[in-house]
Nanobody, 121 residues
Framework: QVQLVESGGGSVQSGGSLRLSCAAS????????MGWYRQAPGKQRELVAR???????NYADSVKGRFTISRDSAKNTVYLQMNSLKPEDTAVYYC???????????????WGQGTQVTVSS
């Protein structure tokens, strides 16, 4: 089994910053990719940012230039530095990881429990 534990959410005023962390633990052979999704009330869950084993990254257009995703492979941890936050960034942020538990097993997708980010104007 694999667990994803998130931390770092909270409330901040517009223009402020927050840093989210997500640590993967359990039966891990290799973490193929890790990322962050978010879901605002009444909206579908959307990709915010993702980083692969090769450190390739991709971002939602709405966060480019403001958010930075990074990864500590030794700790199986991913970070999301969020700067210049806007009220429209308010959502529950979910950590997501694509993980192989063993060399001959296919990768599986895992989700964290979610952490609330609230940005007030």
């Amino acid at each position: 089994q694999v667990q994803l534990v998130e931390s770092g959410g909270g409330s901040v005023q517009s223009g402020g910053s927050l840093r989210l962390s997500c640590a993967a633990s359990g039966s891990i052979f290799i973490v193929v990719s890790m990322g962050w999704y978010r879901q605002a009330p009444g909206k579908q869950r959307e990709l915010v940012a993702r980083v692969t084993t090769g450190s390739n990254t991709n971002y939602a257009d709405s966060v480019k230039g403001r958010f930075t995703i990074s990864r500590d492979s030794a700790k199986n941890t991913v970070y999301l530095q969020m700067n210049s936050l806007k009220p429209e960034d308010t959502a529950v942020y979910y950590c997501n990881a694509d993980i192989k538990a063993a060399i001959l097993r296919p990768s599986a997708e895992y989700w964290g429990q979610g952490t609330q980010v609230t940005v007030s104007s």
